[in-house]
């Protein structure tokens, strides 16, 4: 079955711009979460969503936000980007909510200038 | 969440078994072990968890000691295709427990 498809790949944006970036996961999966990664913090946890509803949040400012559709389907997006917002952003989905199993995306590699 | 120590880098010879060690001295005892792997411009990919008992699945052993404290991921025979970062992870399996990743270790296999 096809995996999770994060797009775009690749965006670059200039700061003070907004970005969405897109998420679809397995099909039947119903969890997503957002991760960003940078080289200097890792791995951090954004969000996750689950039947449409934010149910966990990251420690990370209101300029992050997201949504999830009722085919599962998830976007995020930065407001007024910052050049710290640099990273790449990743998106998991699984089957139930957090579960054991989660399959991320390639990612999309947000460069902000 | 609880934390978990790894060495940062290790290296490996080709189809040499591999022994990575995890660290997690606080772990609790709702804790499960998972293990995730990030190849080279991929996003992390689930290699196996476990509680208790000792686990096996197609891709790797997971070996957890008697006190829980300490577990090894067992990849039997390194190939080239596994360099990665490799992420020893601590979760409770109550909802709402998102993945707390850590540093990880990188490992290098050398052919």
């Known amino acids: 079955k096809a995996g999770v498809t994060q797009t775009p790949r690749y965006l670059i944006k200039t700061r003070g711009q907004q970005v969405t970036l897109s998420c679809s996961p397995i099909?039947?999966?119903?969890?997503v979460s957002w991760y960003q990664q940078t080289p200097g913090q890792g791995l951090q946890f954004l969000f996750e969503y689950f039947s449409e509803t934010q149910r966990n949040k990251g420690n990370f400012p209101g300029r992050f936000s997201g949504r999830q559709f009722s085919n599962s389907r998830s976007e995020m997006n930065v407001s007024t980007l910052e050049l710290g917002d640099s990273a790449l952003y990743l998106c998991?989905?699984?089957?139930?909510?957090?579960?054991?199993?989660?399959?991320f995306g390639q990612g999309t590699r947000l460069t902000v200038v | 969440d609880a934390k978990t120590t790894q060495p940062n880098s290790m290296e490996s010879n080709e189809e040499e078994p591999v022994h990575l060690p995890c660290n997690h001295s606080?772990?609790?005892?709702?804790?499960?072990i998972h293990w995730y792997r990030q190849l080279p411009s991929q996003g992390p990919e689930y290699v196996i968890h476990g509680l208790t008992s000792n686990v096996n699945n197609r891709m790797a052993s997971l070996a957890i000691a008697e006190d829980r404290k300490s577990s090894t991921l067992i990849l039997h025979r390194a190939t080239l295709r596994d360099a990665a970062v490799y992420y020893c992870i601590l979760r409770a399996h109550n909802y709402g427990q998102n993945f707390v990743f850590g540093p990880g270790t990188r490992l290098s296999v050398l052919p």
């Open positions: 998991a989905s699984s089957l139930v909510r957090q579960g054991p199993e989660a399959f």
């Open positions: 099909s039947g999966h119903r969890s």
């Open positions: 606080t772990i609790s005892g709702t804790d499960y």
